[in-house]
């Protein structure tokens, strides 16, 4: 249920709110809007809890929330949430661009990507130090040296870093480098890591699994949100139908969709949705088109030369002349991109 305080109530008001949540065994999470605080309280409902809460000095009301994910549902919070870090913006009217390598595989290489990505104006920089690969045989990613590498790439570049962790027991070390943590697709239902990240109060990237519905994905997004780390960002990245034509299916109304039960930012990765570079522009226009609220890109110096992901890997050029595209689709339908 949501509490819905009066305009004007005060901190210690608020504070007898929590305290009355907590004291019938849920939690609380105080959402302070423009004009007025809410307080979600998630857990088991009691009917007598909600009597106690509508009794409080300065409550408006109490309303139930009829979504299975009750804090990133928009009955909770009505206000788009905003993902900022260094000078990347997700949301609120902002397309954040985020693009690099699949994988970190050199320091030359990382460099030079992040040096193209800042050429466009986009501020977030992936790159893969960690790598789930479907193969055990396949390149598993630099690992510790990858991330340090990111760190070289963002001193020289001040890009955000946003990069991938597997386990939660790597959470501390990414999280000591990176600017966004990454949640792959192959892990969205990893419920310890999403605790684990959902105790720090670095932003967060979740992917959709690959055959995860949208209240799947959603209450993927609620671990995070119930362990009190309010920054996530929801990324589509296509999922697995009966078509092999692409690697995936790379669903867009997803944007709305999601955008219309949840306040938290949409990010569209059109790379992993087609798995094929030359339809990697079209989608990315498309994408900012339908609303998204971002977008993360494979780009490389050189895409023959990724060691993973290369046929959906695009170049600098064709990356400089997407984001210039992307502007004037932005600016279209009345939206920035910086
Ligand atoms: C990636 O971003 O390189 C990646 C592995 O993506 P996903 O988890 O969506 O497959
Ligand atoms: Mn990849």
């Known amino acids: 249920m949501i509490v819905v305080m009066r ?80 000078d990347l913006v997700v949301g609120g009217g902002n ?37 789930p690969r479907t193969s055990p045989y396949s390149f598993q990613g630099m690992k510790e040296e990858g991330l340090k590498l990111l760190a070289a790439a963002r001193e020289e570049t001040g890009l955000a870093v946003v990069t991938e962790v597997m386990t939660p027991e790597h959470v501390d070390l990414v999280a000591g480098y990176a600017d966004v943590l990454q949640i792959g697709a192959r892990n969205m239902q990893n419920y310890h890591l999403l605790q684990a990240v959902g105790e720090t109060r670095h ?71 087609t798995g094929i570079a030359s339809l990697v522009p079209s989608m990315c226009r498309a994408a900012v088109a339908v609303g998204c609220d971002g977008l993360i890109v494979e780009m490389h110096p050189d895409p023959s030369k990724a060691v993973s992901d290369a046929a959906q890997t695009i170049d600098p050029t064709s990356f400089a002349e997407t984001v210039t595209e992307c502007r004037r689709v932005a600016e279209a339908v009345g939206r920035s991109m910086e």
């Open 7 to 86: 305009a004007g109530a005060s901190e210690a008001m608020i504070e007898t709110v929590v305290e009355r949540v907590e004291q019938s065994g849920m939690k609380a999470h105080v959402i302070v809007g423009t004009e007025r605080t809410v307080i979600a309280a998630a857990g088991e409902e009691r009917d007598e809890t909600e009597e106690v809460l509508q009794s409080t000095p300065g409550v408006d009301k109490v309303l139930p929330v009829l979504a299975p994910y009750k804090i990133a549902s928009r009955e909770t919070k009505a206000e788009p949430t905003v993902v900022r870090t260094r």
């Open 95 to 131: 397309v954040g661009v985020i693009a690099g390598p699949c994988s970190v595989e050199s320091e030359e290489q990382i460099v030079a990507a992040a040096k193209a990505v800042q050429a466009t104006g986009a501020k977030g920089l992936r790159g893969g130090a960690f790598k």
């Open 203 to 273: 932003p967060v990237l979740l992917k959709r699994g690959p055959s995860a519905t949208i209240d799947e994905f959603l209450l993927a997004a609620e671990y995070v949100l119930d362990r009190g780390n309010p920054h996530v960002m929801l990324c589509e990245r296509g999922v697995r139908t009966f078509e092999t034509h692409t690697r995936f299916t790379l669903p867009l109304a997803t944007v709305p969709y999601l955008q219309e039960r949840t306040h938290l930012p949409v990010v569209i990765d059109p790379s992993h949705g």
